[in-house]
């Protein structure tokens, strides 16, 4: 008598539960998205490209982030001026030394894991508020060097960068660019979920669950915390560098500690430990104040703007969103937009007997 095949998916052992695809379905909805990304170019327009390009920038930077907050258990304010220090050492590298821009964007990140190093050596051996103090410290000191240092960032006049070439294939529009910022979120957050399948990437989260325990099963913390700031400020230095050469220009005042906390917003609402919520959250927080702005056109002339004068507050309509959207996420969904869709995809594959 033939047996009848097992229902539904499980995982038989630990190599099939630490696999990126759960299922063979994930793999396929995986495939299916990236060709339709690929096909947004013949579809979309500049403005949408424009901020699909910002998603993907801002998703890079914030899985690094989230490397070191929601893997590692760390703090830092100042992963703003890393992004920073990945733009201006990428435009910096083309002028002084003419290498092509495609090989500048690599050794930019290289560059910020090292100076992330240095400032996460002291930090390794602090933690909760020291920790972020340290980290706060972090952000001025880089902001008052790229202030300073014009052979580097071009002082307050800023520095202006070339586009993304490759070949003789020049990347000089959103429908050009925005295949290279694909292949790099495809390459950065498959490098994260390998990561995090590795003895290190273990060992990284056991810092954070416990870190006593984590000390007394042989994991060296200070190694592991200064690593994670390491990974943190490699990831930025790339998303960095790739918003200067997508610019075509980088400004001083762009890396303030206003977009530090933007960074750690998209880490919040995304979800903490979870590489697909960076890029959830990158995308809310970049199609945020887009919603805000174009709901406060549609009012505009009506008796709520008279009332409330929105068209004259919009800037601060949109920092007042930003604020209010990490709140009510803390407060409702403190383990983001990441577990809301966990529960989507566990309701439809358990539909109509879900419960």
Known sequence: MALSPPAGEYHANYREDMTIFPSRNSRRALWVGILVLACAPLVCGRYELGLLINIGIMGIAALGLNILVGFTGQISIGHAAFFGFGAFMSAWLHDATHLPVALC?????????LV????????ARLKGLYLAIATLAAQFILEDFFARAQW???GTSGRITEPFALFGWIADREEKFFYVVLAYVILMFVAASNL???RDGRALVAVRDHYLSAEVMGINLAYYRTLSFGIASFYAGIA???YAHYLLFVSVEAFNILFSIQFLGMVIIGGLGSVSGSLMGAAFMVLLPEVVQ????ALAGGAIDRALRLGASISFLREMAIGAAIILFLIFEPDGLARRWRLIKAYWKLYPYSH
């Open 294 to 297: 174009s709901a406060a056109a």
């Open 196 to 198: 995090l399948r590795t």
């Open 240 to 242: 960095g560098a790739l």
């Open 105 to 113: 964007i690599p050794l930019a990140g290289l560059g910020t894991a």
């Open 116 to 123: 992330g190093l240095v400032f996460g050596t002291p930090a």
């Open 152 to 154: 580097f960032t071009g």
